[in-house]
């Protein structure tokens, strides 16, 4: 029985560090604009999920690439299914799983920093196909002093361009989107009283 035991942990691991071994690699992500610098990640715990194609890192993780930074309580990572894996599988830990990141889904205190800007929100799904961050829940995106919130952030990674929405409509109303722009103002000056 300890022998059986064994075999099924050893098996795990093989697939935790062949899903690592995939997380490492050139088409984990791009977090960063135009980097091919690789995404390192860490966490408190990882549980890999081979048959889901799934690594989830739990406790405090972080991806990092180049100078850009996610951090969440939670950050799940998809990889698409291999396309040669035979059905039924063929016995060896991974095989089911291709090299190629289908998404990273982040929950839990959401945080998205560039050199540029700082973004909190509740929840951010990364999706790899359409090269896009987008940033859920009480989201508040800073440049500078400038400060932008809103429901719902849709960055494009490779160009930066954004786009801010909220369920709320009509003037007046809170929750709608709102913007609060210092033109004037430069580094280390306190803003001037309204």
């Keep these: 029985m300890d022998m059986i035991r064994f075999a099924k942990m050893k098996q795990w691991a093989a697939g935790a560090f062949?899903?690592?071994?995939?997380?490492a690699?050139?088409?984990a992500a791009q977090l960063a604009q135009n980097s091919d610098a690789p995404v390192d990640i860490t966490a408190d715990e990882l549980e890999v999920i081979n048959a889901q194609c799934l690594a989830t890192y739990s406790g405090g993780a972080e991806a990092l690439q180049d100078t850009v930074r996610l951090r969440a309580d939670v950050l799940k990572i998809y990889y698409k299914p291999n396309p040669s894996?035979?059905?039924g599988g063929t016995g060896q830990a991974g095989a089911a799983c291709g090299n190629q990141l289908d998404r990273m889904e982040a929950s839990g205190?959401?945080?998205?920093v560039t050199p540029q800007q700082r973004v909190r929100g509740d929840a951010a799904v990364y999706d790899a196909?359409?090269?896009t961050i987008t940033i859920t829940g009480d989201v508040v995106a800073a440049q500078a002093q400038n400060v932008l919130r809103g429901s719902k952030l849709v960055i494009k990674v490779a160009t930066g361009d954004a786009q801010m929405q909220s369920g709320v409509k009509g003037r007046n109303k809170p929750g709608r989107v709102r913007t609060v722009l210092y033109p004037k103002q430069q580094a280390g000056q306190p803003a001037a009283r309204r």
Excluded: H
């Design 18 to 23: 062949a899903c690592g071994l995939i997380a």
């Design 25 to 27: 690699g050139p088409a």
């Design 85 to 87: 894996a035979k059905p």
């Design 109 to 112: 205190s959401v945080y998205y």
């Design 129 to 131: 196909a359409a090269d």
